[in-house]
């Protein structure tokens, strides 16, 4: 079967560093995606990991453990625009390669 | 920069009613899906199109049928449609779905309301 866990919400301030965590239990994992989607809109591609390490894209960081089935998205500088709800989700080649999205966080951004 | 246009963005219908739901991209990517979206929850995968050819059917009700008429488009028919349907529904591209490089990016969705 598939697991992806994620806390349901975060509350951060404005300049901070905040990591969003993502666990996850796959038969076939072939890719762990991070998305970011605001309220009401589509999500947005944000990064993406198949092999351990971290992978950084601007304020975005994006890290990967397969042997823990574990992902974390590092946010920094945080800015109040980057309020939305962040979405993990894993490609299953057990499950023809689709994509299994974990509940999402909420992270919210104070001032 | 990927772009993927989906109309109508807001549709509202009655039960009787038949109304399709489109999708448009000009990019090349073979892989395209249809997503629902209920309030609070992440994307749940209905329809996989691979290569204009349907691959993937998450077990969908036939009220919604798919129809993919050549690379670019994707349609969304709607029939008999419940209020439960009410959700917003999305469209992702992809260059093959079975390259394990493969990144889907959604299109902007339309809000379905059924009455």
């Known amino acids: 079967g598939q697991n992806i866990d994620q806390p349901t919400e975060m509350t951060a301030t404005e300049g901070a560093i905040v ?8 038969s076939g994992f072939n890719g762990l995606f991070w998305y970011q989607q605001h309220a009401g809109e589509a999500p ?4 993406y990991n198949v092999l351990d390490g971290l992978e950084e894209k601007g304020r975005f960081s994006s890290f990967l453990s397969r042997s823990k089935g574990y992902s974390y998205l590092l ?7 980057d309020s939305a709800s962040y979405l993990c989700a894993v490609r299953d080649e057990a499950y023809g390669n689709k994509l299994v999205f974990g509940a999402g966080t909420i992270l919210r951004v104070k001032s | 920069d990927t772009e993927v246009t989906q109309t109508p963005k807001h549709l509202v219908m009655g039960m009787t009613n038949k109304k399709s739901l489109k999708c448009e991209q000009h990019m090349g990517h073979r892989a395209m899906y249809w997503y629902k979206q209920k309030a609070k929850k992440p994307p749940e ?4 199109y691979s290569y204009e050819k349907l691959s993937i059917n ?12 050549n690379s670019s488009l994707l349609n969304l028919h709607l029939h008999a449609l419940q209020p439960e349907d009410s959700a917003l529904y999305l469209c992702a591209i992809g260059g093959d779905p079975l390259a394990s490089t493969d990144t889907q990016y959604f299109g902007p969705g339309t809000r379905l309301t059924v009455l």
């Open chain 1, 75 to 81: 946010l920094k500088e945080l800015q109040m625009k």
């Open chain 2, 45 to 48: 995968l209905m329809f996989v």
């Open chain 1, 19 to 26: 990591q969003i965590n993502c666990t996850y239990q796959t």
């Open chain 1, 44 to 47: 947005t591609f944000l990064s």
């Open chain 2, 58 to 69: 998450e077990s969908v009700p036939s009220r919604f049928s798919p129809e993919c008429p």
